[in-house]
């Protein structure tokens, strides 16, 4: 049972873009791996800007400098 997990930041990712990013996810690993569709999971998590961090910095700080 494959099992992705798939972390992104929380900025305006739609329910249309998650559809297609576990669509495909699921195909990919159908067609390279051979698993079956009906026993992959794809869990998407959005993580908020204050939580992640990048050279040193919060990444909700990055975005103001820019």
């Known amino acids: 049972m494959p099992y992705v997990n798939i972390q992104v930041t929380d900025e305006e990712v739609t329910k249309e873009q998650k559809q297609e ?15 079956d569709p009906n026993l992959t999971h794809v869990v998407i998590q959005e993580i ?15 975005r103001k400098e820019q």
């Not at 990013?21 to 698993?35: G, N």
């Not at 908020?48 to 990055?62: A, C, M, T």
Request: net charge positive; proline share 0%.
């Open 21 to 35: 990013i576990i669509a495909r996810v699921t195909e990919i690993m159908s067609i390279i791996l051979k698993k």
């Open 48 to 62: 908020g800007l204050d939580n992640w961090g990048w050279k040193g910095k919060q990444v909700s700080e990055i």
